[in-house]
């Protein structure tokens, strides 16, 4: 069981926008602004999308944009392209034994 | 340009021991933080490792601590991965990743698949 809460599916049209949440504790999610989300296709690496909370590494599109609001955070995809169709997770520091810990994944489906 | 590309990976017994190596190529690993991060076969993302730029700060997920031990080399440019006393549910594609914040990895590796198995 994951210690971050993430939805394990949503879809949307492209052109649409979604939003996956991803929900922790004030230990995690809530404590710190230390939150990334990061993309994954399928027999890939991850890839970077947002870090601290709501930070665009460059070469990522605008349409993703990152928040939080106490113990979740969001991720949200505007203007949704097939491309956009992978696995998104989200991570957060922890005030834990284990500093960093992961949500379970949410597969973005577009339909 | 950014790479990082591990290898070691392989199939080992319960209980024995393999050693994870990334070698970094376009920027000085010495200068980041860096993290080891696997997953399982059809699983999601967990994290292992972590080693400060300074090398001062080291630490590990519950799950591993006492059986990984992460490290480095500036001179080979290059990141370890010690695994012993390896288990079943090590089994899993190991990334390693340059952070930019403790949970922010900016560049991955490709990975290095272990399966433990008898």
């Known amino acids: 069981q994951s210690a971050l809460t993430q939805p394990a599916s949503v879809s949307g049209s492209p052109g649409q926008s979604i939003t996956i949440s991803c929900t922790g504790t004030t230990s995690d999610v809530g404590g710190y602004n230390y939150v990334s989300w990061y993309q994954q296709h399928p027999g890939k690496a991850p890839k970077l999308m947002i870090y601290?909370?709501?930070n665009r590494p460059s070469g990522v599109s605008n349409r993703f944009s990152g928040s939080k609001s106490g113990n979740t955070a969001s991720l949200t995809i505007s203007g949704l392209q097939a491309e956009d169709e992978a696995a998104y997770y989200c991570s957060s520091y922890s005030f834990s034994s284990t500093p960093v810990v992961f949500g379970g994944g949410t597969k973005l489906t577009v339909l | 340009e950014v790479q990082l590309v591990e290898s070691g990976g392989g199939l080992v017994q319960p209980g024995g021991s393999l050693r994870l190596s990334c070698v970094a190529s376009g920027f000085t690993l010495s200068s980041y933080s860096m993290n080891w991060v696997r997953q399982a076969p059809g699983k999601g993302l967990e994290w292992v490792s972590y080693?400060?730029?300074?090398?001062?700060?080291?630490y590990y997920a519950d799950s591993v601590k006492g059986r990984f031990t992460i490290s480095r080399d500036k001179f080979r440019n290059s990141l370890y991965l010690q695994m012993d006393s390896l288990r079943d549910e090590d089994t899993a594609v190991y990334y390693c990743?340059?952070?930019?914040?403790?949970?922010?990895?900016?560049?991955w590796g490709q990975g290095a698949l272990v399966t433990v198995s008898s």
């Open positions: 990743a340059r952070a930019v914040t403790m949970v922010g990895n900016d560049y």
């Open positions: 601290d909370v709501s």
């Open positions: 080693i400060s730029s300074a090398g001062s700060s080291i």
